[in-house]
């Protein structure tokens, strides 16, 4: 049973952009806290952004100013914008989300690539 899809990765060039989805089906609701986190080749998961269910953002200092996190809480989804894109930003992307009762689900990733 899938219960967070994430969509959105790609190849592309450096300096540009890609907009990441994730919606999570009904089974995963009521969720609190949703999040991106990434894992580049042979280190370890590392926490790109997340956001409250108000809308409070938080961001990896890697991020700040390039990356915008937001949320659609009637439909259980959360995007990323990723802007200026870099070759350090490669890796693939997890969405998470954390229901109020403290339980934590993943999605299975989708990989972005920046590159000449």
């Known amino acids: 049973q899938v219960q967070l899809v994430e969509s959105g990765g790609g190849l592309v060039q450096p300096g540009g952009s890609l907009r990441l989805s994730c919606a999570a089906s009904?089974?995963?609701?009521?969720?609190?806290?949703m999040g991106w986190y990434r894992q580049a080749p042979g280190k370890e998961r590392e926490l790109v952004a997340t956001?409250?269910?108000?809308?409070?953002?938080n961001y990896a200092d890697s991020v700040k100013g390039r990356f915008t996190i937001s949320r659609d809480n009637a439909k259980d989804t959360v995007f990323l914008q990723m802007n200026s894109l870099k070759p350090d930003d490669t890796g693939v992307y997890y969405c998470?989300?954390?229901?109020?009762?403290?339980?934590?689900?993943w999605g299975r990733g989708t990989q972005v690539t920046v590159s000449s």
């Open positions: 998470k989300a954390v229901r109020y009762s403290g339980f934590i689900y």
């Open positions: 009904r089974s995963v609701s009521p969720i609190n806290n």
């Open positions: 956001i409250t269910p108000g809308g409070t953002a």
